[in-house]
């Protein structure tokens, strides 16, 4: 059956099974594979992000990419991190063909051919944030399985119901922070947690900082025709649930691939994108992956762009996030002095973590980091050791294979989507002092609602063109 064919049966008989683009009921028993079968796997979203998860996949023999979907056909250049590598469909059509030496990777520029695609056992989501949580929902009330990029969502209501559906559905679903994969990060964890330093009383959280005009992309505010490689059905499938501009316009600044984080209808600027990565590692070392801070202080924020409609968030940030049990984040953005990662503080010393690079010092400021590592691995060795060990992909395996294993073994995995959500309602925390010009706001983690009610409207957002969260 030709995508053609398929999205014709779609539009004429199945779109009962979509609100607004999303799939509705309780859903259909997750997607069961035989270990001695292949996992189909769709991508959607042909973008920066997504090479990477690509590659992955590509390497792990369990998995077949056998359908690529975005609703660029071809773009020549504009993605990846200096804005000179093609996107769209055709060239990750090319790349996965090449891959297995033949032409059977299908194309589609709408998702919705992916949900209702009987063949597709887990779809990739590689989009801009703001379709994360339709698109997860919709696959996972299909039965699929789920692997979704950071930050997962982009709002705290979407993270709310991601997760109920995630836990209904039964599926395997992973979120692509790629650190929870990391040894030396969970290594980092497992000191911690295990009080190998005495007990975390603190940690700063170094976050890269700005606000727009990164990665080769212009801080550009004109209003402008639709570049070659968006039709306008393609366009409007892009923007999908976000409110459209006036006269429908594009706007290179923050619609070129990778911009699109730095205004509220698509992302959350650099707090949401990079609190997956540190404050996911935090909130994993002290055991808070289901729980969340109670209190957002001390906010403190700048480096805004002229344009505040345009750009909307800030630039550099300073606030701290406070637990229940007296433990206390400080995050800030990364300036001289604070390298992007963590530095926890315990009763016996502190520990830093910089990407897979760990540093430790004793309370007088020696550098202990080979002493306390031999002693944990030695610990760690030990079949008795009656410490706390955190989850390993087996076999050593990369964050895309470790989403297969949970496939095959029907269970979850490293980073699972209560783990995103949780990280990400921290930024979303965050995000609204600066929206609102707080200093800070108190929390509930339990209830997941804001002490003051007034502000629990701010827990949802708008969603426009006939889009619903079903």
């Not at 400080?330 to 390298?339: D, K, L």
Request: with cysteine; proline share 4%; charged share 25%.
């Amino acid at each position: 059956m030709t995508m053609d064919t398929t999205r014709r049966a779609f539009l004429g008989g199945s779109a009962a099974l979509f609100a607004g683009g999303c799939l509705g009921g309780r859903g259909v028993q997750a997607r069961r594979v035989a270990a001695s079968d292949k996992i189909n796997v769709a991508i959607v979203g042909c973008g920066t992000q997504a090479y990477d998860n690509v590659n992955q996949f590509l390497q792990d023999p369990r998995a077949r990419i056998t359908l690529v979907c975005d609703p660029v056909r071809e773009a020549k250049t504009g993605y990846g991190y200096k804005a000179q590598m093609p996107g769209g469909c055709v060239p990750f059509k090319n790349k996965v063909d090449a891959w297995y030496k033949d032409a059977s990777c299908r194309m589609t520029a709408d998702w919705r051919d992916v949900v209702i695609d009987p063949t597709i056992d887990a779809v990739v989501v590689c989009t801009p944030d703001h379709w994360h949580a339709i698109i997860s929902i919709a696959a996972m009330r299909a039965g699929k399985h789920v692997y979704c990029q950071k930050p997962l969502t982009v709002s705290i209501e979407e993270g709310i119901v991601l997760t109920r559906v995630a836990k209904e559905c039964g599926v395997t679903f992973q979120v692509g922070n790629q650190g929870r994969s990391n040894p030396a990060r969970r290594t980092a964890c497992e000191i911690i947690c295990n009080n190998v330093l005495g007990k975390a009383k603190s940690c700063t959280v170094a976050l890269p900082g700005g606000s727009g005009g990164l990665w080769g992309h212009p801080l550009d505010t004109a209003r402008g025709p639709l570049p070659d490689y968006f039709t306008p059905e393609g366009w409007d499938l892009w923007q999908g649930p976000a409110e459209h501009w006036e006269n429908n316009a594009f706007i290179h600044g923050i619609h070129e691939p990778m911009a699109w984080r730095w205004n509220r209808r698509y992302g959350n600027g650099m707090i949401a994108d990079f609190a997956p990565h540190e404050v996911d590692t935090m909130q994993w070392a002290i055991g808070m992956e289901r729980g969340g801070p109670v209190a957002v202080s001390n906010m403190v924020c700048g480096d805004f762009q002229a344009d505040r409609e345009i750009f909307n968030w800030a630039g550099s940030f300073e606030y701290d996030l406070e637990y229940a049990n007296g433990f206390q984040a400080h995050v800030v953005s990364c300036r001289e002095g604070w390298p992007r990662g963590l530095l926890f503080k315990c009763e016996q010393g502190e520990l830093g973590l910089y990407g897979a690079r760990i540093v430790v010092r004793d309370k007088a400021g020696k550098e202990i980091t080979k002493d306390v590592l031999r002693d944990w691995k030695a610990e760690y060795r030990k079949p008795d050791a009656k410490i706390t060990r955190l989850y390993a992909p087996k076999d050593g395996h990369s964050h895309e294979s470790d989403f297969l294993d949970g496939i095959y073994e029907e269970r979850q995995v490293c980073s699972e989507c209560e783990f995103g959500h949780r990280t990400n309602t921290t930024s979303q925390l965050a995000n609204l002092c600066i929206t609102l010009g707080l200093k800070g706001l108190k929390w509930d983690p339990v209830d997941e609602r804001f002490v003051d009610s007034s502000l629990n409207q701010y827990l949802s957002r708008a969603y426009h063109n006939g889009w619903k969260l079903a």
